[in-house]
């Protein structure tokens, strides 16, 4: 299997700009995540999806960030317009019933907006 | 609301020392537990679960945990670290198992072996 596929893996843009995250799943999972990882706030749930409808976006920052997820094996992250404290790790994971819930992570798009 | 709480934030140890890592969660219900692993610069990958049976869990390169109920712990545990095993590592509990499995992590104890 090939994991959970994440993309970019680096991204560095300037302030303002618009900033999307992509995500696979891995093939099956019906259940998908975003994670933000910082420092200063270490790993926080930005929104999940089960089944293509977001179920929790709570974590959700503020209104520059929307995700979606148009169908079971993609999803994206969208950041607009970015800002230098939206520089951060953010990780892409899935899982589903027949993983045990388990949560598999991708390895991440390392996002610096300067 | 749920949490989990790691003790420690930072651990420094030479090797073959033994060592515990500390988790408390709060939630009453049923749960999942998971041990995550994050080496520098790379993603988490899991180290070990707890879904239901023997409280004594067994991972990868030898590291196992504990779950004890009553004090709503799950600490985790190796015998004789090396220096490998220099990382970040994530307690994290699952509450929501019909929906999908959200987690909800502590906030990480880095773990640093000195050769």
């Known amino acids: 299997d090939a994991g959970v596929i994440q993309s970019p893996r680096h991204e560095v843009t300037e302030m303002g700009q618009e900033v999307t995250l992509r995500c696979k799943p891995i093939?099956?999972?019906?259940?998908l995540f975003w994670y933000r990882q910082t420092m200063m706030r270490g790993l926080e749930l930005l929104i999940y999806f089960n089944n293509n409808v977001p179920i929790d976006d709570s974590g959700m920052p503020e209104d520059r960030f929307s995700a979606k997820m148009p169908n079971a094996s993609f999803s994206t992250l969208k950041i607009q317009p970015s800002e230098p404290r939206d520089s951060a790790v953010y990780f892409c994971?899935?899982?589903?019933?027949?993983?045990?819930?388990?949560?598999?992570f991708g390895e991440g798009s390392w996002l610096t907006v300067v | 609301a749920q949490s989990v709480s790691q003790h420690n934030h930072h651990v420094i140890l030479s090797e073959a020392a033994s060592l515990e890592l500390g988790c408390n969660y709060s939630y009453g219900g049923t749960v999942n537990l998971f041990w995550y692993v994050q080496y520098p610069g790379q993603h988490l990958q899991l180290l070990l679960k707890y879904f239901s049976g023997d409280p004594l869990v067994k991972g990868i390169k030898g590291f196992e945990a504990e779950f004890i109920k009553s004090k709503f712990s799950f600490n985790l545990r190796k015998p004789s670290v090396q220096w490998s095993d220099t990382a970040e590592y994530f307690c994290?509990?699952?509450?929501?198992?019909?929906?999908?499995?959200?987690?909800?992590f502590g906030q990480g104890t880095e773990l640093s072996v000195k050769p």
């Open positions: 093939s099956g999972h019906n259940s």
């Open positions: 994971a899935s899982s589903s019933v027949s993983s045990g819930n388990t949560i598999y």
């Open positions: 994290a509990v699952n509450t929501l198992y019909n929906q999908g499995g959200k987690l909800i």
